[in-house]
Each structure stands twice: as C-alpha cells, then as structure tokens.
C-alpha cells in the first residue's frame, strides 16, 4: 500500500477561509503553549518537538514560519538540519540532534532531521545499506526512549505533485529575491524522485508507531497545509495534555 498515493493533493483553502481558520488554530496554539511552558496554570508540561521533512519546495519552512509566528520567540526553538560537518560524522549520526532536544515545558521545531539517514544518505550513497537498514530500528528506539519520557512528538511528511514542485522550481527560479533557494542539488533530487519515493514509503512503514506517527500533508496548497500542520500540532498538544489527566486551556 502506497501512503503517498492515497494523499488527495486536490484539497484546497481558499484566501479568507485560510486566514480565518489559520488566525484560529494559532491562537489555540498560543494558549496551550503557554499552558506547557508554565506560563498559565504554573505547572511545566511535557517537551513539544515537531519534526518537518518533505521533498524539496513542499511548503516546509512556510509551515514553520506560521507554525511559531504567533509564538513568544522566547517559548519555541527552531532548528535547521542540512549535511552533517566533517567533526560531525565522527559521531553517531543522531549525535548532533540531541542538543536541539527540548526539555519539559520546551519546544522545539526541526527543520530536516535524524530522517536524513534513510531518506538522502541512502539514496545519494552517503551511508552503506547496513547503516542506513539499521536506522529504522535506532529511529524507532529513539522516538520510543523520548515518548515514554513524556515527550509529544509530531512528525510531518510535506507532500506535493511532481507538476506542483516543478512550478516552484521554475517561480524560484524567475524571482531574484529567492533564486538562492533553488541549487543544482534539488533539480539532481528532483530527477530522483522515483528512488526518493521507495525510500519515503520504507520510512513511513517502518518508523510510523502508535506514539510517534507521521502525518502527511497535502501541500500542493500552501494554505490548505499551513492550517492542517497548525491543528494537527494543537490536536496532539491536547491529546497528551489529556492523557496525563490534565485540563486543557485552564487559566
């Protein structure tokens, strides 16, 4: 069974029904954030970490960018992934997330992950078979040590159509202002769409568990997706909240 197949890319938010239920899952945010920080009701809650990965133009950092625009930008960190440095590859590769992890009544955003391992290093090469069919097991053992701590882990696969990333590409392309987000890597990725989807799926399979599932978006609509990632974050905000028999949005 293919995830990705099954997505239904048509789902689209027009402008004034966006803005509208954007402006109302931020602000729903905005109070449970508050409630985990301690802010209201003045008992820390569980650590927040919110995980993005997606094929190249998916929306990623325009979902991050409403995601926490609301917030205090003291309550959330956000934290950007791309290959790992020379003195980083002396370690185990999910050495370098640890430090970004955040504690109870933080939060924290990721901006590409410990996914990287089974997604580009094992299509470019960059890990051998063994490493990178080893990861699934050492992801999973990760996500389950930080869950059953009480963390609240939300993880975000960004979906578009192949014909969607191709009109990204080619509008950042024109613009001068963001030209510089478009490199010769994402149209090499782009050529290896087929290879890259066999490894979304295996991913997908293999690390969705009952307390770290993945969510995928529809993201060929930048508004639709924006809401979605929104009120999927409160949605499991308050389901932890809930399960640790604590009373949501109480002052």
């Not at 004034?16 to 602000?27: C, R, S």
């Not at 809650?45 to 950092?61: H, I, M, N, Q, R």
């Not at 370690?91 to 580009?120: E, K, Q």
């Not at 010769?184 to 568990?209: F, H």
């Amino acid at each position: 069974m293919s995830r990705l197949a099954d997505v239904d890319l048509s789902l689209r938010l027009g402008k004034k029904d966006a803005k509208t239920q954007l402006a109302e899952a931020q602000d729903r945010l905005v109070r449970l954030r508050l409630q985990l920080g301690g802010q209201v009701g003045g008992e820390l809650g569980p650590p927040l970490c919110v995980l993005f990965e997606g094929w190249d133009a998916s929306g990623k950092g325009g979902a991050i960018k409403r995601l926490v625009s609301e917030l205090d930008p003291r309550h959330a960190r956000v934290a950007q992934f791309a290959a790992p440095s020379f003195d980083e590859k002396r370690h185990h590769f999910l050495w370098r997330f640890w430090p970004v992890l955040p504690g109870w009544g933080g939060m924290a955003v990721l901006d590409r992950t410990w996914y990287g391992r089974v997604l580009v290093e094992r299509v470019e090469g960059f890990a051998s078979e063994a490493a990178w069919q080893r990861a699934y097991g050492e992801i999973v053992d990760l996500e389950t040590t930080l869950t059953a701590e009480g963390m609240i882990l939300v993880k975000f696969w960004m979906h578009v159509s192949p014909e969607e990333q191709l009109r990204r590409f080619e509008s950042r392309r024109d613009d001068p202002l963001r030209a510089w987000k478009l490199t010769d890597e994402d149209w090499r990725n782009r050529e290896k769409r087929g290879a890259y989807t066999d490894a979304v799926e295996e991913m997908l399979d293999r690390t969705d568990t009952p307390t770290a599932p993945w969510h995928v978006v529809a993201a060929d609509d930048k508004r639709w997706a924006r809401v979605f990632v929104v009120r999927t974050v409160c949605d499991a905000i308050e389901a932890a909240l809930h399960a640790r028999g604590t009373d949501v949005g109480r002052a």
